[in-house]
């Protein structure tokens, strides 16, 4: 469980080392991509950075050239009212995941309230999950034991 996008990152770079990630108010892997480490992509911070599944999932794919494993599952956390990485990033993190594990085009199953009131749950399978949290800003609480729950740990 991570608080930033680090993990979608390391996910797509090391996915040999990680079985599974849950991430919090984050972004795509390559989408805060910028000229140095430090480097504030506001785009990116703002939802304006758009591509299709295949186009996110090749921008992973990419941090581990010729990797023919497994990824880790993903599951996202993102408040509907987060002021510094807007809402659509989650839509974006779903988009790409969902295409690395080949699982974009799964019916989801959705629940409301889920994990608590003013969450919706959504799954795609097993591999890839997101949970909205209803007029949450950035500081959108960690549910830890739901994160271990939803991989089976």
Not at 18 to 26: D, E, L, N, V
Not at 53 to 70: L, V
Request: aromatic residues 12%; glycine residues 10%; contains cysteine.
């Amino acid at each position: 469980t991570r608080r930033s996008s680090d993990l979608n990152v390391m996910a797509a770079t090391y996915p040999h080392l990680f079985a599974a990630g849950s991430a919090y108010a984050g972004v795509s892997a390559g989408c805060a991509a910028g000229p140095q480490v430090d480097y504030w992509n506001a785009d990116c911070a703002q939802g304006k950075i758009i591509k299709t599944g295949a186009e996110w999932a090749a921008i992973a794919r990419d941090m581990y050239p010729g990797y023919t494993g497994p990824y880790p599952r993903m599951q996202f956390w993102h408040g509907t009212v987060d002021g510094i990485l807007n809402y659509q990033n989650l839509h974006e993190e779903v988009k790409q995941w969902t295409t690395v594990w080949g699982v974009a085009d799964v019916q989801p199953v959705t629940s409301t309230d889920s994990p608590e009131a003013g969450y919706t749950r959504v799954n795609y399978g097993d591999k890839v999950g997101s949970v909205s949290a209803d007029n949450i800003n950035h500081d959108i609480p960690v549910h830890e034991e739901e994160s271990l729950k939803w991989f089976g740990i």
